[in-house]
């Protein structure tokens, strides 16, 4: 427990640290609303994963949520049978409000973090939005997911990190391709 409040300490003060100064091509939380699509592939697959790489289906959709916050929405297909008539779907969505500083969101969830609930919060830098996700599972293991979607010229190039009590466990790049622009 107390490497998960140190954890949440250091990840809070970053996100609520005050937005840098953007850059002459920075962006508004407002130029990443929209619907995107793509393939992902794992980059350095976990151990215990003897496959080795993997492609998976990777689906984003990110729209203005009340009071300067967005809601984001992702869905990722992978396959789990050697001739991937398998197929594994999850589905995230997450609300994220205004933080009291610029460019920074915190997630309402549904679960307080005391009762095995996630600690989620978002910045904006550049052209860059960064979705931090902590989580305690029940044998007291940190699980830490870090999110990088950074605007391309053609949609949003995703990298995903997944760590385990600060090890990298999973890393996913992908190329997602802006199918709809989301009006705010």
Known sequence: MKGLVVAAGI????????AA??????AALKDF??????????????????????????NVVIRPAGQGGFR???VTIRRVSVLGAKRKTRFTEMTFLPAGKPNRWRATL??????????????????????????????????????????????????FRRGLNSLQVRRVAATLKRVKRTRN
């Open 72 to 74: 984001i929405t992702w």
């Open 110 to 159: 549904s679960k307080p973090l005391a009762q095995g609930g996630p600690l989620a919060l978002a910045a904006l830098s550049g052209r860059t939005l960064t979705i931090h996700v902590l989580a305690l599972d029940s044998r007291g293991r940190l699980h830490a997911a870090t999110y990088l979607r950074s605007l391309s010229r053609t949609g949003l190039h995703l990298v």
């Open 33 to 58: 609303f929209g619907e995107y699509v793509g393939k992902a592939v794992t980059r350095k697959p976990a151990a215990r994963d003897t496959r080795g790489k993997r492609n998976r289906q990777a």
């Open 11 to 18: 990840l809070a003060a970053l996100a609520l640290q005050p």
């Open 21 to 26: 100064a953007q850059s002459k091509r920075g």
